[in-house]
């Protein structure tokens, strides 16, 4: 998952139907994706925090001077201003947070969601670094630790800032190299790619969908509410004002139609996969 919440958007029914179907599930989260989160939204958290410090009376000199340093340089913020490492941490504190909410939400455990924090993205601003082989490292490091029978991987490269297809080039790279040594487990493995809150894949390019019905998208709907920081006015979210809800469940629902125009099974939404050869 690029960005953490681009596993419930983009294939949450998919997601939520491999744990139940009693498969051993596990989320990479790419990205911290600080960067949408909104100097107001954390604000909230650190109004929460003083105020939780204040009223069990806890006397931590540290946090209180973090947490008093960020709220005066939110007050005093200005337009294009680039975070302190402090907020940037904050932002992604509670990006990771969500996350995790989501993946117990499914019904993963823990030690099944990872938090890579890949280094390109680190910047603090909408232009990232370009990929580099620590990034590739740290995937290869995981795949190796997992072994998957089948990786999902985002595929739709036409978000904003390009975040996407940087994460995609460093598990198709991680995957690369691992075969070229000769691990033995790869030649098992699956690459399979969807795509989210962008675009949807032409109905003659699509190798598998999976149908669902409208309990499961009521079910998705609410795993993408829990990523509050990222519902209603996000920084990022392109020429398109829909949320991210609304775009996926109508991409969904449009893929179920296509296919019931073929004259196979309606369903009330499908979401789709292609296969990446590696």
């Known amino acids: 998952s690029p960005h953490p919440d681009d596993d419930i958007i983009s294939m949450g029914g998919t997601f939520m139907r491999l744990h139940d179907q009693g498969h051993e599930v596990h989320v990479a989260y790419q990205t911290s994706g600080n960067i949408a989160v909104t100097d107001e939204f954390v604000t909230r958290f650190l109004d929460f925090a003083v105020g939780f410090q204040e009223m069990f009376d806890m006397d931590d000199a540290k946090s209180k001077e973090i947490l008093n340093n960020a709220q005066e340089y939110l007050s005093t913020k200005k337009n294009n201003q680039i975070d302190t490492p402090e907020i940037r941490a904050i932002k992604g504190l509670i990006r990771r947070c969500e996350a995790k909410a989501t993946c117990k939400y499914v019904g993963l455990k823990e030690g099944q969601w990872h938090f890579q924090n890949l280094p390109f993205y680190e910047t603090g601003t909408i232009e990232k670094k370009p990929m580099s082989q620590t990034d590739v490292d740290l995937t290869k490091e995981l795949l190796r630790k997992l072994q998957p029978h089948q990786v999902y991987c985002a595929g739709d490269f036409a978000d904003p ?71 209603d006015s996000v920084p990022f979210q392109g020429s398109d004002s829909r949320e991210f809800w609304q775009r996926a469940e109508e991409r969904n629902a449009n893929t179920a139609n296509l296919y019931a125009a073929l004259g196979m099974t309606k369903y009330a939404a499908m979401e789709a996969f292609v296969r990446w050869e590696f």
């Open 161 to 231: 800032h390009g975040t996407h297809i940087v994460c995609f080039n460093v598990v198709l790279a991680a995957l690369k190299q691992i075969k070229e040594d000769g691990d033995a487990w790869i030649k098992d493995c699956r690459l399979w790619l969807y795509k989210g809150a962008w675009q949807e894949w032409n109905l003659e390019d699509i190798e598998m969908a999976i149908p669902m019905s409208p309990g499961q998208v009521m079910k998705k709907r609410h795993g993408i509410f829990i990523h509050q920081s990222q519902k």
